[in-house]
Each structure stands twice: as C-alpha cells, then as structure tokens.
C-alpha cells in the first residue's frame, strides 16, 4: 500500500460500498446503475461491495448510512457519498469524484 | 379507570408537572410531537423523557439526533446531572447519530428512501430493549432533504414500527411563530395522534415559557399553557396550576401570631394551614410583624422560615435586634431560616420551584414572605396570580402556615394591585394603617377577614417600642379610617 510501490501510471483500485434495504426495486435500480457507470465508464478497477441494511444494520450505523440507496467512495479518499437510484450518470460520477473517460477515447 | 370509555394507556414520564397535567403520560406505544420555537427547550424535553425513564423506572431509551452532535448532547446535558455516557456504558441509553455530517456531504441522485435510518433505530431500540425513543428534531432532516412527502411517508414508516415494537416515541419539531401553524413543516400531520406545544414568550421584558397539551388523542388531558420552568437540579418542572384543587383552611388547630393582642383578636391565634395576608403602608410594621410571627413560632418550639425580599439579611438581624428579637441565635440553633433573594434575579416560575425546593428541604411549620409587592413588581399580573396560587396551594399541602405582606402604595388609606388579586386566596387579611391625628400619625390595625372563624372586627390603634408591636384599644371615634380619610367624630379626646 505505500505509494512507492504503485506505479506512477497505474490507476488504485476503487472500492465502493452500496447500501440497500433488502431487495427493493429501487434497490436493484440503483445496483444495476452503479454497474453500467463502473463497466462502462470507469478506467479503474472498482470493486463493489452490497450491504443490506436490514441484514447489516451494524453497519448502517458504523458508516452513518440515513437513506437507501446509499453509494459510499470509501477509497480512496476523498471519501463521497451518493443516494438515489442513480440513475444519472454523470451526477454520480461528479458526486463521487470520479473521472469517467470520455465517449471518444 | 373505572370508566367504561376506552381509553389510551399513558406511559408516565416523570418529567416533575407533566404527568398531572397529561392526566398520566404520554399515550404508551404512540408518538407524540413536542413542537416550539428556535430555544423553547425541545431537546431537554426530548433528553428528560429518556432520563427520567432511566432514573425513576430503569427503563432503557434511545435517542435520535438529526441536528446536534452526539458528543455535544453529552457534554450539554450533563449540566442536568444527566451522565448520558455513563447509561451508554450501562446499556440504558443508546444514540443513533443521524446528524449530517458536513465534512462528507451525501448527494441526491433520483429516488430514496429511509430504509437505514429505520433498520439503525430499530437495532438500537433491540440493543437496549429500550421503551422510550426521543427524535431531535425533525426539522434538519428536511432542511437536508427536499424530498418532503417522501420524507413525511418515510417518517410515518418509522412511527408505525416503533408503535409496533411497544416504544413511546417524543418528535420534536420547529415552529417559526408562537401562534400559528404547529409546525413549519406541516410534521404533525404523521405524528398527529398527540401534540405538545412548548412555548418561550416575552412576557413585559422577560422571558416565560409554558406548556400546552393541543391534543393526545383518544386521552384526556389539561387544556391550555401552564408554566414550566428549568432548573438544573430537575430539568423541566411544569407548574400544574389548575391540576392544583385550592382549598380552604381546614385544621381547627391553632398556632401564636407571635403577638397575644392579636392572637386574641384572631379568637385564639391563626389556624396551622391558613394563609394569612397582612397589608400595608410603609413604615406601618410589616416586616414587624413577619418578625414577631417568626420569633412567636421559634419559641413556640416550631420551625420558621422566611423568605425576603425587600431588605438584606444584615438590615433583618439589626431590625429584629432592635425589637429585641435575637434572629441570630435562632437560626444558630436551625429551627429558623431566613433566605434573601433580590426579586429581580429569576423569572417568578424559577422563584417558586426554588422556594419549594426549600420548604421541601426545610420542613418548617410556618413561612413568611416579605413582600409579595416586590415579587409583583418584577412580573406579569398572570404570573404573579399563578405564583401566589402556587405557593399558597403547596404551603396548603405541607400543612404550613403563611404570612405574606403586602406593601399599599399609598400612606394613607390602601388597596394594592396585590391585594385585588390575591385576595380571594388568602384565608385571613390583616390591614395595617396610619391615622392622621391632630399633627401626630397614629397607627391601627384592624382584622378585616379570618375565614372559619369568629373574631375581633374593631379597628385597634397600636404602638411600636423596643419589645415589638403593642395592640391597644379600639378607635372609637374616628371613621374613614380604610378610605384614606379619617375623621373624628364628637367627643374627641382633647388631651
């Protein structure tokens, strides 16, 4: 995890944690969102973790998740939060920091 | 109850006041939205609901913030001797922090919902087996989320599910008027089962606050504000006036005036729980006779307690010195207290707990006030009826005898704004006044009403020297006395 070790042209790995309350629509909506923009637009290596609140409120409280869905950039920082279905994407990616590569490239 | 209505279960609160006049509690298993203004105490109310659940029946409580930070609800409420982080570590208190968190904003990306928020209550509820939730305030939750109807649905979501876990849930929400809408953000309208209005109005220059039960539904309860109060030995203290059933003077026991013309006068004395109002001009021997009745129930082998308002304690000792009372030695020997206290210092609903606090303390058999006008001249008439109604019902209720006086703003002649309005409350009045005499001012007394009992009814001239107060014999000749004018008839002593 030192910085000397990452290569300079390497892009780190985003990990991301999505927040649902147990297996909603809306829930789903905002999963398969949160897919596309990652397949499709993101240049890293994402890893996306799901946790149902309903299952895991532990959690919810640990990370101080209010709302469903709830997309959390835990690393690397900034850490950012989303909620919504996120169906815009474009929104997300700004809410999230993150820097999609451009349709032409 | 033994009424047939069927009726809601109140859970009671303990909060000092409320439940008198909530006829119990909150309704059990319901919620209920305190609504106020921007520092009417809603978070004390929210916070003293679960304290005093832990405290008085070790029920555990869960508290929900969506404004303040956890670790300043702490540090705020301790001030209460509420040791929030020690019931954490006991397991009788839980916090849900819902407060947004302005270093890692959440942005709004379409539709959502408050399906964590509900899952984290719910597990802290379960984690405490608590029976009370308290949710500070409603109001930062929509000024975050725009979303109101979703939030109202969601909001009525979440008091659905505590009703079903068997918690009592208290809502607070902010008005931006003291009349009006309840609340800004129309919140009563999913927690409409049962609301509370805290009030904090200016009142001539100083601040009151008072308590209005607007509904609890299904249940019966107080109507109208009473005054409530904040100390930080009990929280919120709500003064139940019109829960208070006045009554009279009912004990046949008599105790000393610490005069014997007057005793005699009295048919024997004052009645032990009667209050007794003694008026008059200044100068004419109050504080006297606040004296006297101390010192009379000190070597009666009671206990007296006196609560003044006017003069120092220095300028009491020295006076009661001069009459040859020694104040010093009979506090020194604890069955005489004097407590001094500016008029100006708190509201008059702070004056009243604190006093009541110190009878409770003290325990004495007889209590003066000296003067009631000085407390009347720092607060409103409403105020200043509910104090006097308050203080003379609590004494009542402690079996304790009162003396209060009443200074008139005239030297000859009186009536006084105190005398009008409490009047009616006291059991006996007793006038005291100047008599003009050809270039002398001579003083009478005169006992204008002693309820239940026969007495003197003849206006008594009286003298003052260095043992106290002297009751002579009658004016025969002078009339107009009470009026402010007096005047001799036939046959005047010419000597």
New interface residues.
Partial sequence: MLPSTTPRSAVPELRLKL????DSP?ARE?ASNLARVCEQMLPEEVVVETVD??EH??L??AY???????VLREAPPP??????????AD??C??LALYPNRPTT | MTSDVQTVAKHPTGIPGFDLIADGGLPRARATLIAGTAGSAKTVFATHFLASGIVNDGEAGVFVTFEDRVEDIRANMRGFGWDIAQWERDGKWAF???AP?PE?????????????????I???VKSVEAKRVSLDSLNALFVQ?PEHPMLRSELFRITTSLKRLGVTVVFTGERTNEYGEVTRYGIEEFVADNVIILRNLLDNERRRRTIEILKLRGAPHQRGEFPFTITSRDGIIVLPLSGIELTQSSSSIRVTSGIDELDEMCGGGFFRDSIVLASGATGTGKTLLVTQFMAGGFEAGERSLLFAFEESKDQLFRNAAAWGFDFDDMEQSGRLKVVNRYPHAMAMEDHLVEMQQIIADFKPNRVAVDSLSALERVSSLRSFREFVISLTSYLKLKETTGLFTSTTPSLLGGGSVTEKHISTLTDSIILLRYVESFGQMLRSIVLLKMRGSRHDCTLRQYTIDGEGMHIGEPFRDVVGILSGNPTFAHGVDES
């Fill in positions: 927040f649902v309350a147990g809306r905002a609140v309903l409120p532990d919810a409280e101080r998740i209010l709302t469903t869905p709830t850490v950012r939060r989303a909620t919504g279905d996120l169906k815009d929104q997300l700004a809410a | 849900v922090d819902a968190d890692e904003p959440t942005a709004v990306i379409g539709s959502f919902d408050l399906g964590a928020l509900l899952a984290r719910e597990r802290a989320f």
